[in-house]
Protein backbone atom coordinates (compact mmCIF):
# COMPACT_ATOMS: atom_id res chain seq x y z
CA UNK A 1 0.00 0.00 0.00
CA UNK A 2 1.17 3.49 -0.87
CA UNK A 3 1.38 6.51 1.53
CA UNK A 4 1.92 6.48 5.36
CA UNK A 5 -1.62 5.57 6.31
CA UNK A 6 -2.18 2.39 4.03
CA UNK A 7 -3.32 4.43 1.26
CA UNK A 8 -4.18 3.09 -2.13
CA UNK A 9 -2.78 3.74 -5.50
CA UNK A 10 -4.50 1.73 -8.67
CA UNK A 11 -4.42 2.83 -12.06
CA UNK A 12 -6.76 1.72 -15.42
CA UNK A 13 -4.99 1.30 -18.84
CA UNK A 14 -5.26 0.19 -21.80
CA UNK A 15 -5.42 1.24 -25.48
CA UNK A 16 -8.19 3.92 -27.36
CA UNK A 17 -12.14 2.40 -27.54
CA UNK A 18 -11.55 -0.46 -24.80
CA UNK A 19 -13.91 0.88 -22.32
CA UNK A 20 -11.21 2.01 -19.87
CA UNK A 21 -12.96 5.12 -18.62
CA UNK A 22 -16.36 3.73 -18.48
CA UNK A 23 -14.67 1.11 -16.05
CA UNK A 24 -13.03 4.06 -14.48
CA UNK A 25 -15.97 5.91 -13.44
CA UNK A 26 -17.97 1.98 -12.04
CA UNK A 27 -14.82 1.40 -9.81
CA UNK A 28 -15.16 4.62 -8.10
CA UNK A 29 -18.67 4.27 -7.75
CA UNK A 30 -18.54 0.44 -6.49
CA UNK A 31 -15.65 1.08 -3.83
CA UNK A 32 -17.57 4.58 -2.65
CA UNK A 33 -20.71 2.71 -2.16
CA UNK A 34 -18.53 -0.36 -0.56
CA UNK A 35 -17.56 2.59 1.95
CA UNK A 36 -13.71 3.15 0.84
CA UNK A 37 -13.23 7.40 0.16
CA UNK A 38 -12.32 7.13 -3.66
CA UNK A 39 -10.73 9.89 -5.24
CA UNK A 40 -10.83 9.57 -9.04
CA UNK A 41 -8.44 11.40 -11.37
CA UNK A 42 -7.40 11.02 -15.28
CA UNK A 43 -4.77 12.29 -16.87
CA UNK A 44 -3.70 14.43 -18.08
CA UNK A 45 -5.89 16.86 -15.70
CA UNK A 46 -6.99 16.39 -12.39
CA UNK A 47 -5.81 19.83 -11.20
CA UNK A 48 -6.73 23.62 -12.94
CA UNK A 49 -3.21 23.20 -14.08
CA UNK A 50 -3.18 19.69 -15.66
CA UNK A 51 -7.26 20.01 -17.46
CA UNK A 52 -5.25 23.37 -19.44
CA UNK A 53 -2.87 20.90 -20.18
CA UNK A 54 -5.29 18.84 -21.41
CA UNK A 55 -7.05 20.62 -23.45
CA UNK A 56 -3.93 21.66 -25.87
CA UNK A 57 -2.63 17.74 -25.36
CA UNK A 58 -5.95 16.32 -26.84
CA UNK A 59 -7.06 19.18 -29.15
CA UNK A 60 -6.62 17.93 -32.93
CA UNK A 61 -5.37 21.18 -33.86
CA UNK A 62 -2.15 21.45 -31.95
CA UNK A 63 0.69 21.13 -33.71
CA UNK A 64 3.03 19.31 -31.20
CA UNK A 65 6.30 17.73 -31.30
CA UNK A 66 6.49 14.08 -29.74
CA UNK A 67 9.15 16.22 -27.28
CA UNK A 68 6.45 18.50 -26.50
CA UNK A 69 3.91 16.35 -26.09
CA UNK A 70 6.08 13.71 -23.56
CA UNK A 71 6.84 16.63 -21.40
CA UNK A 72 3.13 18.61 -21.46
CA UNK A 73 1.73 14.46 -19.82
CA UNK A 74 4.94 14.89 -17.15
CA UNK A 75 3.71 18.29 -16.34
CA UNK A 76 0.50 17.26 -15.54
CA UNK A 77 1.40 14.52 -14.02
CA UNK A 78 3.82 16.31 -11.19
CA UNK A 79 1.10 18.77 -10.56
CA UNK A 80 -1.32 16.10 -9.81
CA UNK A 81 0.88 13.82 -8.01
CA UNK A 82 2.17 16.38 -5.71
CA UNK A 83 -1.27 18.61 -5.17
CA UNK A 84 -3.86 15.36 -5.17
CA UNK A 85 -2.32 12.26 -5.46
CA UNK A 86 0.27 12.30 -2.51
CA UNK A 87 -2.18 13.98 0.04
CA UNK A 88 -5.04 11.25 -0.62
CA UNK A 89 -2.38 8.35 -0.16
CA UNK A 90 -1.45 9.93 2.82
CA UNK A 91 -4.95 9.92 4.16
CA UNK A 92 -5.78 6.36 3.62
CA UNK A 93 -7.70 7.27 0.50
CA UNK A 94 -7.77 4.81 -2.82
CA UNK A 95 -6.81 6.68 -5.61
CA UNK A 96 -8.11 5.97 -9.06
CA UNK A 97 -6.62 7.17 -11.89
CA UNK A 98 -7.41 6.65 -15.74
CA UNK A 99 -3.87 6.41 -17.16
CA UNK A 100 -0.47 6.89 -15.36
CA UNK A 101 3.32 6.76 -16.65
CA UNK A 102 2.36 3.15 -18.70
CA UNK A 103 0.83 5.21 -21.14
CA UNK A 104 3.77 7.36 -21.84
CA UNK A 105 5.69 4.51 -22.22
CA UNK A 106 2.99 3.28 -24.78
CA UNK A 107 2.12 6.02 -26.67
CA UNK A 108 5.21 8.55 -26.06
CA UNK A 109 7.83 6.01 -26.28
CA UNK A 110 6.45 3.26 -28.51
CA UNK A 111 4.04 4.81 -30.50
CA UNK A 112 6.02 7.96 -31.15
CA UNK A 113 9.19 6.09 -30.46
CA UNK A 114 10.90 8.60 -28.15
CA UNK A 115 13.59 7.28 -26.03
CA UNK A 116 12.46 5.06 -22.97
CA UNK A 117 15.58 6.25 -21.24
CA UNK A 118 14.82 9.71 -21.28
CA UNK A 119 10.60 9.40 -20.60
CA UNK A 120 12.21 7.52 -17.45
CA UNK A 121 14.39 10.02 -16.28
CA UNK A 122 11.89 13.08 -16.68
CA UNK A 123 8.90 11.27 -15.20
CA UNK A 124 11.15 10.01 -12.52
CA UNK A 125 11.47 13.83 -11.76
CA UNK A 126 7.70 14.36 -12.44
CA UNK A 127 6.43 11.68 -10.18
CA UNK A 128 9.12 11.81 -7.45
CA UNK A 129 9.65 7.89 -7.93
CA UNK A 130 5.86 7.34 -6.97
CA UNK A 131 4.56 4.02 -8.76
CA UNK A 132 1.23 2.35 -8.68
CA UNK A 133 0.24 -0.26 -6.36
CA UNK A 134 -1.40 -1.85 -8.61
CA UNK A 135 -2.90 -1.28 -12.83
CA UNK A 136 -5.39 -2.87 -14.36
CA UNK A 137 -5.30 -3.27 -18.10
CA UNK A 138 -8.29 -3.61 -19.79
CA UNK A 139 -7.08 -5.70 -22.81
CA UNK A 140 -9.43 -6.08 -26.06
CA UNK A 141 -8.51 -7.26 -29.51
CA UNK A 142 -7.74 -4.35 -31.37
CA UNK A 143 -10.16 -4.26 -34.98
CA UNK A 144 -12.78 -4.25 -31.69
CA UNK A 145 -11.45 -1.18 -30.21
CA UNK A 146 -10.61 0.64 -33.18
CA UNK A 147 -14.22 0.03 -34.43
CA UNK A 148 -15.58 0.91 -30.86
CA UNK A 149 -13.15 3.78 -31.52
CA UNK A 150 -14.03 5.30 -34.83
CA UNK A 151 -18.37 4.29 -33.73
CA UNK A 152 -17.93 7.34 -31.38
CA UNK A 153 -17.56 9.81 -33.96
CA UNK A 154 -15.66 12.31 -32.91
CA UNK A 155 -12.32 12.06 -31.88
CA UNK A 156 -9.16 13.27 -30.37
CA UNK A 157 -5.51 14.42 -31.20
CA UNK A 158 -4.30 10.82 -29.95
CA UNK A 159 -7.28 8.75 -31.17
CA UNK A 160 -7.03 10.21 -34.81
CA UNK A 161 -3.76 8.71 -35.30
CA UNK A 162 -3.48 5.93 -38.08
CA UNK A 163 -3.79 2.56 -37.30
CA UNK A 164 0.00 1.67 -37.12
CA UNK A 165 0.28 3.80 -34.19
CA UNK A 166 -1.96 2.08 -32.22
CA UNK A 167 -0.83 -0.94 -33.05
CA UNK A 168 2.32 -0.09 -31.73
CA UNK A 169 0.61 1.15 -28.33
CA UNK A 170 -1.19 -1.77 -27.67
CA UNK A 171 1.86 -4.22 -29.01
CA UNK A 172 3.74 -2.05 -26.17
CA UNK A 173 1.00 -2.86 -23.51
CA UNK A 174 1.23 -6.33 -24.16
CA UNK A 175 5.15 -6.12 -23.27
CA UNK A 176 4.04 -4.84 -19.63
CA UNK A 177 2.20 -7.90 -18.75
CA UNK A 178 5.33 -9.82 -18.92
CA UNK A 179 7.42 -10.03 -15.88
CA UNK A 180 10.55 -9.68 -17.09
CA UNK A 181 8.99 -5.83 -18.45
CA UNK A 182 7.77 -5.06 -14.79
CA UNK A 183 11.29 -6.39 -13.24
CA UNK A 184 12.92 -4.06 -15.57
CA UNK A 185 10.73 -0.57 -15.10
CA UNK A 186 9.53 -1.05 -11.28
CA UNK A 187 8.23 2.70 -11.50
CA UNK A 188 5.48 1.30 -13.17
CA UNK A 189 4.58 -1.68 -10.42
CA UNK A 190 2.77 -4.44 -11.25
CA UNK A 191 0.47 -4.90 -14.12
CA UNK A 192 -2.61 -7.31 -14.51
CA UNK A 193 -4.29 -8.19 -17.49
CA UNK A 194 -8.74 -7.42 -17.37
CA UNK A 195 -10.92 -9.00 -20.07
CA UNK A 196 -12.55 -6.14 -21.70
CA UNK A 197 -14.99 -8.29 -23.89
CA UNK A 198 -18.39 -8.35 -22.32
CA UNK A 199 -20.89 -5.79 -21.28
CA UNK A 200 -19.74 -2.71 -18.80
CA UNK A 201 -21.01 -4.70 -15.75
CA UNK A 202 -19.27 -7.95 -16.62
CA UNK A 203 -16.03 -6.36 -17.31
CA UNK A 204 -16.84 -4.51 -13.56
CA UNK A 205 -16.75 -8.10 -12.04
CA UNK A 206 -12.97 -8.64 -13.07
CA UNK A 207 -11.86 -5.53 -12.64
CA UNK A 208 -13.17 -6.00 -8.82
CA UNK A 209 -12.36 -9.45 -8.60
CA UNK A 210 -9.01 -8.50 -9.76
CA UNK A 211 -8.61 -6.16 -6.66
CA UNK A 212 -9.81 -8.73 -4.32
CA UNK A 213 -7.23 -11.09 -5.57
CA UNK A 214 -4.70 -8.36 -4.98
CA UNK A 215 -5.86 -7.16 -1.34
CA UNK A 216 -8.68 -9.97 -0.20
CA UNK A 217 -8.84 -7.89 3.46
CA UNK A 218 -9.01 -4.83 1.85
CA UNK A 219 -11.33 -5.33 -1.05
CA UNK A 220 -13.49 -7.95 -0.30
CA UNK A 221 -17.20 -8.66 -1.92
CA UNK A 222 -18.03 -5.24 -3.69
CA UNK A 223 -21.55 -4.51 -4.82
CA UNK A 224 -21.38 -4.95 -8.80
CA UNK A 225 -25.55 -4.96 -10.05
CA UNK A 226 -26.41 -1.36 -9.21
CA UNK A 227 -27.43 0.59 -12.61
CA UNK A 228 -24.87 3.68 -13.35
CA UNK A 229 -27.39 5.22 -15.76
CA UNK A 230 -24.62 8.51 -15.78
CA UNK A 231 -21.91 6.12 -17.21
CA UNK A 232 -23.61 3.56 -19.39
CA UNK A 233 -22.24 4.09 -23.05
CA UNK A 234 -19.15 5.82 -22.50
CA UNK A 235 -15.83 4.24 -23.23
CA UNK A 236 -11.95 5.38 -22.68
Known amino acids: ?26 LADRLAAAGHEVVALREPGGTPAGD ?15 ETEALLFAASRAQLVRDVIT ?19 AYQGRGRALSLAALRDVNAFATGGLAPDLTLLLAL ?3 ESMAR ?3 RGSADRMER ?9 RAAFDDALQPAWQA ?34 RFPE ?5 PLSAVEGTHG
Request: aromatic share 6%.
Open 1 to 26: MSGATGGCFIVLEGGEGVGKTTQWRR
Open 52 to 66: ALRAVLLDPQSALTP
Open 87 to 105: PALQRGAVVLVDRFLLSTF
Open 141 to 143: PLV
Open 149 to 151: MHA
Open 161 to 169: EDEAFHRRV
Open 184 to 217: QYPEIGPVVAVDADGEPDVVTSRCLAALTTQWPH
Open 222 to 226: VPVER
